[in-house]
C-alpha cells in the first residue's frame, strides 16, 4: 500500500476503532499484526510492517501465532487501552495510534506503525520514549527517545499543476519521477496511473480524484473503473462492501501467492542440493571403481614381497623386476613400514576392494537413479505439477550420520521449513546447546529425563506457534513421558538456558521459560492439533 491508499483504508478504520478498547494482540504471520478492538463491534485491525498494510480484516489466518517477546510485551501495555485517535503524518506511509487507560500511567501511549517496505517497523512509544519494537535499528532503540521518520518534500495530489505532470511525462523515467513529486504515490499507483493517463491533463484529473477520495470522512470504494486500479491491485470479482474487504482479499491473496511459491522454492532447493549430493558421488564412486584393481595390487605385493631382502629400510619408491611376467614395475612404498608388512597392507586392501564392489556398483545405480527422479521431479516442479512420493521421500532430511553425532549434531527433523535437531544422549544435548545461537528455541519435556529439541530459528522473524508445538511434541516422543496422553515441555530462548559448572552431561538450568502442554506425535497420523 502507498500513502494514498491508507489515507482511503484509515478513512473507513477511524470510525470503527476510535473509542473502542484493545482486547488482544496476535501476530499470525511474520510481521503482520491483528489488534481485536472492541466499540460497537469488535473489529480486527491489521498492522503488517512486513506486507506494508493496514486495513481491517476478516481473515482468520491459518496455524499457529506468535508468542515472541514483542508481542507478549504488547499484550501486556495494550490489553484494556482506549484507542483515542487514528492519525496518518500527511500521506506519508505513518500512522499512529495515540491511546489512554494503560494501567496508572498518565504520560502518552502511541502505537507507531512506520509501513515503509522492507525497512518498516511497529514501535510501542510512551513519553516519548520506545518501550518495544519490532525492529530494532539505529533510529529505533528500546530506552531511547523516539525519532519519527524523516518528512519527505512533497506535493499534494491536488495541488500538482498540469504543467509541473507536463515535465514529469517528459522525463526519462515519469514513473520514478510521479512517485518523488506526488505525496502519497507508490511505484504501482504511479505506474497504472501512466497507463491510462497519457495527457498532462486527463493525469491532473486523475489526481484530483484520488486526493479528493483521501480527504473524505467516509468511506470511500470504487469496485472498478480506472482510478480503483490506480491505488490497488484490480481485485477479482463483482463488487465488495469496502476498500478494507477489498485490501484483505488482495493481501491474503498475495500471501497465499508468496507463501505457494516460498514452498516451492524450499522444495526446489532441496531437490537440487540432494541432485548435486548425488551427482558427486556418483563420479566419486565411478572413479573408485575405475581406479580399484584387486588383480594389479597382488602383483604389487607379490613383487614386493618376493623382493622384500632387495628394498632398502626407508625407501619411498623402487624399481622391481616382476619373477613372473620379467616386467619391471615402479612402486611407490610407505617409508615407516618394512617391505612384508606394506605388501600385506597391499593384500587387505585388495579384499576390502573385492568385498566392496558389489555394494558400490549397487549404491553407484542406486544413486544414479534417484538422480533420474530428482531431474524429473524438478521437470514436474516447473511444469506446476504436483511431485511423485518417490522425490519427496528422496529429500526428506535422512537421520544424522555417526559423524554428526560426534559432532553433536543431533537427529534432524525438518518443520515447515525450520530445521529441528533433537539430542540421543545426554552428551549429545550438551553438544546441541554448545553449537546452538542465543535465539534459537530450547525444548525439554518438563519433569521427566529425555531429549534436549533444539528449534533452529531463521534470522529475526519469530518462530511459528505451529513449528514449537511441533517440536514440543517431538520433546515429548523422545522421552520417558512418551507414553501419556499429554505432557508438558519447556520452552526458552538458548540465551536463558546455561550449564551449571561440573553439572552432569545433559543436565542444565532454565532461567525465563514458558509452559506447552501436547500430546506426543502419533506415528500413525494423528496428533494433538
Known amino acids: 500500500m502507498d500513502g494514498l491508499a491508507m489515507a482511503i483504508a484509515l478513512a473507513e478504520i477511524s470510525p470503527r476503532i476510535v473509542g473502542g478498547r484493545i482486547q488482544a494482540v496476535k501476530e499470525p504471520l511474520p510481521g503482520v499484526f491483528v489488534l481485536s478492538i472492541r466499540s460497537a463491534a469488535t473489529h480486527r485491525l491489521l498492522l503488517s510492517p512486513a506486507w506494508s498494510a493496514v486495513h481491517l480484516t476478516t481473515h482468520s489466518f491459518p496455524g499457529g501465532e506468535s508468542s515472541s517477546p514483542f508481542v507478549m510485551m504488547l499484550r501486556k501495555a495494550l490489553r484494556g487501552a482506549r484507542v483515542e485517535r487514528v492519525e496518518q503524518r500527511g500521506l506519508d506511509r505513518f500512522v499512529r495510534l495515540p491511546l489512554s487507560g494503560i494501567d496508572a500511567h498518565e504520560g502518552t501511549t502511541e502505537l507507531v506503525a512506520e509501513l515503509i517496505g522492507r525497512l518498516g517497523n511497529l514501535i510501542l512509544v510512551r513519553d516519548d520514549r520506545v518501550i518495544a519494537c519490532w525492529r530494532t535499528n539505529p533510529?529505533?532503540?528500546?530506552?531511547?527517545?523516539?525519532r519519527p521518520l524523516p518528512v519527505q518534500?512533497?506535493?499534494?495530489?491536488?495541488?500538482?499543476?498540469?504543467?509541473?505532470?507536463?515535465?514529469i511525462l517528459g522525463s526519462p523515467d515519469p514513473t520514478v519521477q510521479l512517485c518523488r513529486t506526488v505525496d502519497g504515490i507508490g511505484r504501482s499507483t504511479a505506474e497504472r496511473l501512466l497507463e491510462t493517463h497519457s495527457e498532462p491533463e486527463e493525469l491532473h484529473a486523475a489526481l484530483a480524484t484520488l486526493a479528493e477520495a483521501a480527504r473524505d470522512d467516509e468511506p470511500w470504494f470504487r469496485a472498478g473503473g480506472a482510478i480503483a486500479a490506480a491505488f490497488m491491485p484490480q481485485v477479482r470479482g463483482a463488487s465488495l462492501p469496502s476498500f478494507s474487504a477489498a485490501l484483505d482479499v488482495e493481501h491474503v491473496d498475495s500471501h497465499r501467492t508468496r507463501e505457494e511459491e516460498g514452498k516451492r522454492a524450499d522444495v526446489r532447493r532441496r531437490i537440487r542440493h540432494a541432485l548435486r549430493r548425488r551427482q558427486r558421488t556418483v563420479e566419486r564412486i565411478g572413479r573408485w571403481i575405475d581406479e580399484a584393481d584387486p588383480v594389479a595390487l597382488r602383483q604389487i605385493a607379490d613383487v614386493v614381497l618376493s623382493r622384500a631382502t632387495e628394498i632398502p629400510r626407508g625407501a619411498e619408491h623402487v624399481e622391481l623386476e616382476d619373477p613372473i611376467t620379467g616386467e619391471v614395475i615402479g612402486i611407490d612404498l610407505d617409508p615407516a613400514v618394512s617391505a612384508p608388512a606394506y605388501a600385506q597392507r597391499?593384500?587387505?586392501?585388495?579384499?576390502?576392494?573385492?568385498?566392496?564392489?558389489?555394494?558400490?556398483?549397487?549404491?553407484?545405480?542406486?544413486?544414479?537413479?534417484?538422480?533420474t527422479v530428482l531431474r524429473e521431479g524438478l521437470r514436474t516442479l516447473d511444469a506446476g505439477r504436483a511431485l511423485d512420493?518417490?522425490?519427496?521421500?528422496?529429500?526428506?532430511?535422512?537421520?544424522a550420520t555417526s559423524r554428526d553425532a560426534r559432532r553433536g549434531s543431533g537427529y534432524v527433523e525438518r518443520i515447515d521449513g525450520y530445521t529441528v535437531r533433537i539430542g540421543r544422549s545426554a552428551v549429545e544435548n550438551d553438544a546441541l546447546l554448545r553449537r546452538a545461537k542465543a535465539n534459537d528455541l530450547w525444548l525439554h519435556v518438563h519433569g521427566a529425563s529425555g531429549a534436549h529439541v533444539i528449534v533452529h530459528r531463521k534470522g529475526r522473524d519469530p518462530i511459528p506457534q505451529s513449528v514449537v508445538r511441533a517440536a514440543a511434541r517431538l520433546a515429548v516422543e523422545h522421552s520417558k513421558k512418551r507414553d501419556e496422553a499429554r505432557a508438558q515441555v519447556t520452552v526458552a530462548e538458548v540465551r536463558h538456558v546455561r550449564k551449571p559448572k561440573g553439572a552432569a552431561a545433559g543436565l542444565v538450568r532454565v532461567t525465563d521459560a514458558d509452559t506447552l502442554t501436547v500430546a506426543p506425535v502419533d506415528r500413525r497420523g494423528t496428533d494433538d492439533s
Request: hydrophobic residues 30%.
Open 153 to 167: 518534500e512533497k506535493r499534494d495530489p491536488g495541488d500538482v499543476t498540469a504543467s509541473a505532470l507536463r515535465e
Open 139 to 146: 533510529r529505533v532503540r528500546v530506552q531511547e527517545p523516539y
Open 389 to 399: 512420493d518417490d522425490v519427496t521421500r528422496i529429500i526428506a532430511s535422512p537421520p
Open 346 to 371: 597391499l593384500y587387505r586392501r585388495a579384499r576390502r576392494i573385492e568385498r566392496g564392489a558389489p555394494r558400490a556398483q549397487a549404491r553407484l545405480r542406486r544413486l544414479s537413479e534417484e538422480a
